[in-house]
């Protein structure tokens, strides 16, 4: 049994919040997992290989390591204090923020900003914000004695760090402080892990490298990198059907003239915006959706807000909209036919080299995939994103 894939299997998503206080409870050494500083020197010692000022940090942690009970019980012991923080405000004239976890040395403050899913990095101004919210406090009252900043990106493994949109507008630090990227998953783009961490201190345990590890943690450890391996996904079960296939909190199907007529409830859509976006003009006219005002359906998979979907269908009519603001990751002909018909001033494209990458490309640019924005809101993107418009003008040059 998992317990994690046990927790990830109910109808929402497994909350990122849970994940930001157990990397917290692993990395804080006066918590029960009987892994002492263990796990928080391994993972200084990692970033230490991009920032080597860490290195001071590290070997501290390293002599923490070596102090028996009785010297930790020794009034006499100098032990490197580490006070430890979830969900921490912080505020500065750019906004105010929340830290998903935090640690404060006498030196160092490492501030830990977590994402476990690829579609949740959507606030472009956030880690600035908590930049400056930190730098705010140490130079102010709050925190009397200088430290160092490390701010942390703590994503997903699969995904391009790069072209995030987070990364992309990151802070510009100041005063020796840093900002790093960790993932969850192994990449094979040269950050450090927390699987990998995980895998070399199991590892090391079973060969005699290090002090033995409590056999609750042993399995919790490896339990979560499984989790992890599994893109934080549950286990898969058999969804309990009505009548007619239709999901328990549905009240009916509706097609697309009646569902725009209404005014609120949630459309259960194959595949989500995805699913839509690739749907063609007829197929839209005479489909069928699922349709429910029952609340607790809200963040299930494949349920949009209808707000949200009328929004969408009424911009893929060729309407006008107001507001639009969604994600996807769309294969190229769906991208094609979305900058050919719809109002693709609202359309941008993420791919890394940007626009050039595409002009160049002659094989697979409708057989590749995309990340797009769809947004009605000025953004300002950087060269690695290009608009609808130039997306269609590449098109037709190459004649495709």
Not at 85 to 91: F, G, R
Not at 118 to 139: H, I, K, M, P, W
Not at 196 to 214: F, H, V, W, Y
Not at 262 to 281: A, D, H, P, Q
Request: include cysteine.
């Amino acid at each position: 049994m998992n317990i994690f894939k046990v927790f990830a299997s109910s109808k929402k998503s497994f909350p990122e919040e849970c994940m930001s206080a157990l990397i917290l409870w692993l990395l804080n050494p006066q918590m029960e997992h009987g892994l002492g500083y263990e796990f928080l020197q391994r993972f200084i010692e990692k970033l230490g290989k991009r920032d080597p000022k860490l290195t001071s940090l590290e070997k501290r942690l390293v002599s923490q390591l070596r102090k028996s009970s009785q010297d930790e019980e020794d009034d006499q012991c100098e032990c490197e204090d580490v006070l430890c923080d979830l969900e921490t405000h912080v505020t500065s004239d750019t906004g105010e923020a929340f830290i998903d976890a935090v640690l404060e040395f006498s030196d160092t403050i490492l501030a830990i900003e977590n994402k476990i899913y690829t579609n949740s990095a959507s606030d472009f101004t956030q880690l600035c914000r908590e930049y400056d919210g930190l730098r705010n406090a140490v130079t102010g009252e709050k925190i009397k004695t200088k430290r160092r900043i490390v701010l942390i990106f703590l994503v997903p493994g699969d995904v391009d760090v790069a072209s995030m949109d987070e990364w992309q507008h990151k802070p510009d630090v100041q005063d020796g402080d840093s900002i790093q990227i960790v993932t969850w998953k192994e990449n094979n783009q040269g950050y450090p892990s927390v699987y990998t961490l995980i895998s070399e201190l199991l590892r090391d345990e079973a060969d005699g490298r290090t002090e033995p590890i409590p056999e609750y943690t042993r399995h919790t450890l490896k339990a979560l990198n499984a989790f992890i391996c599994n893109d934080f996904q549950g286990y898969y079960y058999k969804k309990p059907t009505s009548i007619g296939g239709l999901n328990p909190l549905a009240e009916g199907t509706e097609n697309i003239q009646l569902l725009l007529g209404k005014t609120e409830g949630y459309v259960g859509v194959r595949f989500g915006i995805n699913g839509l976006l690739r749907m063609s003009s007829v197929s839209l006219k005479n489909a069928k959706f699922q349709y429910t005002t029952k609340s607790e359906i809200e963040g299930s998979r494949d349920w949009l807000p209808l707000d949200v979907f009328k929004n969408i269908v009424y911009w893929l009519q060729g309407k006008s909209v107001t507001h639009l603001q969604f994600s996807a990751k769309i294969d190229g002909k769906t991208l094609k036919k979305l900058v050919g018909t719809c109002d693709n001033r609202y359309i941008h494209i993420g791919v890394q080299g940007g626009l050039k990458t595409i002009a160049q490309s002659n094989q697979d640019i409708l057989t590749r995939y995309y990340k797009i924005e769809v947004t009605t809101e000025a953004v300002n993107k950087n060269s690695q994103w290009f608009s609808g418009a130039e997306f269609l003008e590449v098109l037709k040059r190459k004649n495709i």
